[in-house]
């Protein structure tokens, strides 16, 4: 367990702010300027569109599909500039802009291990679980010559347990975070490959 960026706390924002959101476009805007890394960018529009297809696939109400997609794409916003405050700096940012609690206890939890927040919400449950997923299906994608075009899911199972392969991702978190979101493994490959085919930089 890696404790040097616990935040120390678990609660976040104020309740009075909920529903305070910041704009697609201004988050893109802060994206631009935190985030120089093009293909960092890309793994936040392609987690957010993650967290956007969940929600809209539960039929939630448009308020509740924008908090979860200004998750995604927020939630490394500070990795490049600040690795040594990743997470504490964009939630003490999102904090001072009196931005919806809710969505910075979501950016708070993706990472338990890391983070010390232990994911509660589904909003929260989810981010974890699309975070790394996400990087290794589109990792995955960029070694097939038809891309994410007949990707099946046994094939992405397979390369999970392939240690060689996108070593850098942890499979460790990607079982954690499916035990704790309470979902398939196989459901949420198919999720990820479905609706990140879809994604690109917007
Ligand atoms: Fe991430």
């Known amino acids: 367990m890696n404790s040097s960026r616990f935040l120390g706390r678990t609660t ?4 009075k702010n ?14 631009e300027e ?6 960092l960018r890309l793994h936040m529009f392609q987690v957010a ?3 956007k297809s969940w929600a809209v696939s539960k039929n939630y109400d448009e308020i509740a599909i924008k908090k979860w997609e200004l998750s995604g794409l927020l939630h490394d916003a500070d990795w490049e500039k600040w690795p040594e405050l990743h997470c504490k700096k964009i939630v003490e940012f999102l904090e001072d802009k009196s931005i919806d609690p809710e969505v910075i206890r979501t950016i708070a939890s993706h990472g338990p291990n890391h983070f010390g927040v232990d994911p509660v919400s589904e909003m ?9 997923l996400s990087g290794f299906v589109h990792a995955y994608s960029l070694m097939r010559p038809n891309k994410y075009e007949g990707m099946e899911v046994s094939s992405v199972k397979r ?7 996108a070593a850098q991702v942890s499979r460790e978190e990607i079982y954690d975070a499916v035990n704790r979101a309470e979902i398939l493994i196989d459901d949420l490959i198919k999720f990820v ?10």
């Open 124 to 132: 929260e449950k989810m981010i974890y679980a699309f975070d790394e």
């Open 49 to 51: 569109h993650l967290m």
């Open 193 to 202: 490959i479905e609706n990140q085919k879809n994604c690109c930089l917007e």
């Open 18 to 31: 909920l529903g305070n959101l910041m704009s697609r476009e201004d988050a893109i805007k802060l994206l």
């Open 12 to 15: 976040f924002g104020d309740i």
């Open 159 to 165: 390369k999970l347990k392939d240690k060689m392969f």
């Open 34 to 39: 935190w985030v120089p890394n093009v293909r």
